[in-house]
């Protein structure tokens, strides 16, 4: 059974930044590939960015290239998202998911496991 927790959610001002953690337990997560969603009021459910199980190969959303950064430490079995120049639009609950392949990764039904979530809220 694979678990994911996600922290670091919180209030920031226009411009300013947040950096939320996932934290995997389970079998073969090391494996996994990682992603990032979010979803705002009243709006689906959206890519943000995955990483690949060894952290070579990334993908972001047009919306937040150059402002978010994906990493993930396999040491220990946590994925990062560094969210800086942070938008009112960003406002969401963000999202941690796992799957194994590194396809379709812009799908979220293509991800098995899901985290509670974490709410960031961007004030302007």
């Known amino acids: 059974q694979v678990q994911l927790v996600e922290s670091g959610g919180g209030l920031v001002q226009a411009g300013g930044s947040l950096r939320l953690s996932c934290v995997a337990s389970?079998?073969?997560?090391?494996?996994?590939?990682m992603g990032w969603f979010r979803q705002a009021p009243g709006k689906e459910r959206e890519f943000v960015t995955a990483?690949?199980?060894?952290?070579?190969?990334?993908l972001y959303a047009d919306s937040v290239k150059g402002r978010f950064t994906i990493s993930r430490d396999n040491a220990k079995n946590t994925v990062y998202l560094q969210m800086n120049s942070l938008k009112p639009e960003d406002t969401a609950v963000y999202y941690c998911a796992g799957r194994q392949l590194w396809t379709n990764i812009k799908y979220g039904n293509e991800y098995p496991y899901w985290g509670q979530g974490t709410q960031v809220t961007v004030s302007s």
């Open positions: 389970g079998r073969g997560v090391r494996s996994y590939t």
């Open positions: 990483i690949m199980w060894s952290g070579t190969s990334t």
